[in-house]
């Protein structure tokens, strides 16, 4: 079955860490851009941190800059997303996404624009609160 998990959300307290995960099935990932996003209640959809697994390009929103990083091992599967000093406002489910590289690049996917994702994962809650 060709799908993404994600895994790793859970209730953490501000200045807090948590470590997500994406994994493929089904497919390779070396030959996607893999993006995280999330959606917090009444807003849109946004990009959060999202890297070409061709050619390490990679992208983040400026509210996560610093804070959040991609990880991953030769394998590139699982992608993780590292969280460092979460803040009430991360408070969101989190999606991972891939599209075929040669469709896109990190900046487009995180920013929404031209192809739409080939997979969505199935989203994992994140919640800072104290």
């Known amino acids: 079955q060709v799908q993404l998990v994600e895994s790793g959300g859970g209730l953490v307290q501000p200045g807090g860490s948590l470590r997500l995960s994406c994994a493929a099935s089904g497919f390779r990932l070396d030959y996607y851009v893999i993006g995280w996003l999330r959606q917090a209640p009444g807003k849109e959809r946004e990009g959060v941190l999202c890297?070409?697994?061709?050619?390490?390009?990679?992208y983040s929103t400026d509210s996560v800059k610093g804070r959040f990083t991609i990880s991953r091992d030769n394998a590139k599967n699982p992608i993780y997303l590292e969280m460092n000093s979460l803040k009430p406002e991360d408070t969101a489910v989190y999606y991972c996404?891939?599209?075929?590289?040669?469709?896109?690049?990190?900046?487009?996917?995180?920013?929404?624009?031209?192809?739409?994702?080939?997979?969505w994962g199935q989203g994992t809650q994140v919640t800072v609160s104290s």
């Open positions: 890297i070409n697994n061709r050619d390490d390009d990679t």
């Open positions: 996404a891939a599209i075929e590289a040669e469709k896109t690049t990190a900046q487009a996917t995180c920013i929404r624009v031209g192809a739409p994702p080939d997979y």
